[in-house]
């Protein structure tokens, strides 16, 4: 029974988003029609307009694309159960990157499909006025080693955002720190400093005004067991008890997104085989760079959903 291939389901986070992404999925089936409606009712407001018209610029916004990608995320895993039938591999973990998270907890029935868009929206929202709060920025930091990249922010009071892969960190501050911490990376050997597009400094401690608003709001949702383990950000270590939600969403909102750890975890639990569930192919690619011999499987359109059928 060694030999039996495990699996791996894992969702994208903000980033992933692109105008349209969805909207195949919704024309061709009803369980995905009836999904967008839930999240529609569930903030009020029409996430799936948004996902399938855009325009772009808001649906970048983080109080818009959390929610989206949470809803086009669920919908490719619904629509893949649907089409494959029992051919769908079982995952034996969930994993989700930032945002990603919440979608994991969906899947592995930790929360239902209407509170982690709720959750999302929320979370966009506060994310989005703490950054107004205390302006931050980040940045990619490519071909650089984390030891060295950590020496740097101990030098510019900045953090380390999210550990993705060999070679790809990204750092987050106060904008004129990472100004700083940039110039200094490119100086100690970064092959490339790329900033991003982002409303504030995510997955650092200027993030704490959304912790305190997310607190609340969580403290209000009753979280169940998983049924297969999620491994946390915060930790890259599996969570498999309702208690220990609340403190690891909390966690993730001003602490390092441990991605490449996660992975390196799940490999060395017998995972082979990592299916991303969303648009774009984000986290497939972070994972190959991690491990060579790892299997990435994409679900993120009508086409993918439809080869299970095959």
């Avoid at 703490?130 to 020496?151: I, K």
Wanted: glycine letters at 8%; one cysteine or more.
């Amino acid at each position: 029974m060694s030999d039996v291939k495990k699996y791996a389901y894992v969702f994208p986070g903000q980033g992933s988003q692109a105008v349209g992404m969805g909207k195949d999925l919704f024309d061709n089936f009803d369980s995905v029609r009836e999904l967008f409606k839930q999240a529609d009712d569930a903030i009020n407001f029409s996430i799936s307009k948004m996902c399938f018209d855009g325009p772009e610029d808001e649906l970048r916004k983080t109080i818009n694309s959390q929610p989206a990608l949470v809803t086009v995320e669920y919908a490719c895993l619904i629509a893949a159960r649907e089409v494959a039938g029992g051919n769908l591999p079982a995952a034996a973990f969930m994993a989700g990157h930032s945002l990603g998270e919440y979608t994991a907890l969906a899947a592995a029935e930790v929360i239902d499909f209407p509170t982690a868009v709720r959750l999302s929206r929320e979370r966009g929202r506060l994310m989005f006025e703490a950054g107004n709060r205390q302006p931050g920025a980040m940045s990619a930091v490519m071909g650089l080693d984390e030891a060295v990249l950590a020496e740097v922010c101990r030098e510019t009071d900045t953090v380390i955002a999210n550990i993705n892969c060999p070679g790809q960190l990204v750092i987050s501050g106060a904008a004129e720190n990472i100004a700083k911490a940039s110039e200094q990376a490119k100086a100690k050997g970064a092959a490339r400093v790329i900033p991003l597009q982002v409303s504030g400094a995510f997955h650092s401690p200027l993030m704490q005004a959304a912790v305190e608003g997310m607190a609340e709001v969580l403290g209000k949702v009753a979280f169940k067991d998983p049924t297969v383990p999620v491994i946390a950000n915060v930790t890259a270590l599996p969570l498999t008890r309702a208690d220990q939600f609340k403190d690891e969403l909390l966690r993730q909102l001003t602490s390092g997104v441990q991605w490449q750890r996660t992975v390196e975890y799940l490999l060395s639990q017998g995972i082979k085989s990592f299916i991303e569930f969303g648009p774009g192919k984000v986290l497939a690619g972070l994972i190959k760079r991690i491990s060579r011999e790892a299997e990435t499987i994409n679900i993120g359109d009508l086409a993918a959903v439809t080869a299970f059928s095959s």
